[in-house]
């Protein structure tokens, strides 16, 4: 099992970046497939991005792609979100998440964290 706490969030002009940062808990992290998702108010989550156990392939959202980029640290036990160019439909929620599969552009995990707001102005 794992435990995931993400870190980050907060309010930022259209145009302004943030680094959203997940920490996870255990050993078995490298196992692990992370992912980062967003929830807007009223509306379903959806999946932003993921990054495999290696953190040699990654997979993107079509209304993030060229903006966001998800990384890892495997010694640190730590996924990145740098969001840049950030827009106000990227509002929402976000919530990290660990997968022992490899699941791109669904919206399944094993397990996931409490989330972090990101508000962007216009």
């Known amino acids: 099992q794992v435990q995931l706490v993400e870190s980050g969030g907060g309010l930022v002009q259209a145009g302004g970046s943030l680094r959203l940062s997940c920490a996870a808990s255990?050993?078995?992290?490298?196992?692990?497939?992370m992912g980062w998702f967003r929830q807007a108010p009223g509306k379903e989550r959806e999946f932003v991005a993921i990054?495999?156990?290696?953190?040699?392939?990654?997979y993107y959202a079509d209304s993030v792609k060229g903006r966001f980029t998800i990384s890892r640290d495997n010694a640190k036990n730590m996924v990145y979100l740098q969001m840049n160019s950030l827009k106000p439909e990227d509002t929402a929620v976000y919530y990290c998440?660990?997968?022992?599969?490899?699941?791109?552009?669904?919206?399944?995990?094993?397990?996931w964290g409490q989330g972090t707001q990101v508000t962007v102005s216009s």
């Open positions: 990054i495999n156990w290696s953190g040699s392939r990654t």
């Open positions: 255990g050993r078995t992290f490298s196992s692990y497939v």
């Open positions: 998440a660990a997968d022992t599969r490899l699941r791109p552009y669904t919206v399944q995990a094993d397990y």
